[in-house]
């Protein structure tokens, strides 16, 4: 059963620090994609990651695909109060792509 | 162009009641998901529907959840009787391509007392 995990479960910083939050599984995805989500708002996809070691940039937020695909980091530069959110990775199986499991989260809270 | 379109945003209930959600995916998307999402958790999937197929409904309790996507555009979801256990916020989203890029709409909260 493919799991996928993510730490830290809560983050709370002070603006303008930095932040790496991860996501780990133990199997193999063909894509991952991180998302953020606001209270009483849907998820909101934020990147794709394809090739293992794959490095997407996305203003201060910097994404890395592990080499072996099976895990993922989102690095937050100069945090800003309005990146406060739940930041969800989804892992797309690798034999069927449209079966994707989401990890549990990790609440970003950031105090200006 | 439109997003995922979802309603109601919030629905209460007494246990044992039924309720239903809809939701309009983006035009074009063949793709369309259900999802369930509790407090402090990721969203879980319910049903996968590949235009009016489900194709993937492993996880939706079929004793009292059904759902339904006529035409393969519009989709219903629904619990009947509803149970304390239901509240969350269901999640729909869709896709269009082969790589899981999915467009969420902005849920509808249950709660059941």
């Known amino acids: 059963t493919q799991l996928l995990e993510q730490s830290p479960q809560f983050l709370s910083i002070q603006e303008g620090e930095n932040l790496t939050v991860y996501c780990n599984s133990s199997s193999v995805f063909s894509s991952l994609q991180w998302y953020r989500q606001e209270p009483g708002e849907g998820p909101v996809l934020l990147v794709t990651v394809v090739t293992g070691g794959e490095v997407k940039k996305l203003k201060r937020l910097t994404f890395q695909f592990g080499d072996a695909r099976k895990d993922s980091s989102l690095h937050i530069t100069a945090a800003q109060p309005g990146d406060t959110g739940l930041y969800l990775c989804a892992g797309a199986d690798e034999t069927s792509y449209d079966k994707v499991i989401f990890g549990p989260g990790t609440s970003l809270s950031v105090i200006p | 162009e439109a997003g995922v379109v979802q309603s109601p945003r919030y629905k209460i209930i007494e246990k044992k009641q039924p309720v239903a959600f809809w939701c309009n995916p983006i035009?074009?998307?063949?793709?369309l998901y259900w999802y369930r999402q509790n407090l402090g958790q990721g969203p879980e999937l319910l049903i996968r529907?590949?235009?009016?197929?489900?194709?993937?409904d492993s996880q939706l309790p079929k004793d009292r959840f059904s759902a339904e996507r006529l035409k393969g555009v519009d989709s219903t979801l629904k619990i009947q009787p509803a149970e304390l256990g239901d509240s969350a916020v269901y999640l729909c989203?869709?896709?269009?391509?082969?790589?899981?890029?999915?467009?969420f709409g902005q849920g509808t909260r249950l709660t059941v007392v």
């Open positions: 989203a869709s896709s269009s391509n082969t790589q899981f890029e999915a467009f």
């Open positions: 529907y590949e235009n009016e197929e489900a194709v993937d």
């Open positions: 035009s074009g998307h063949n793709t």
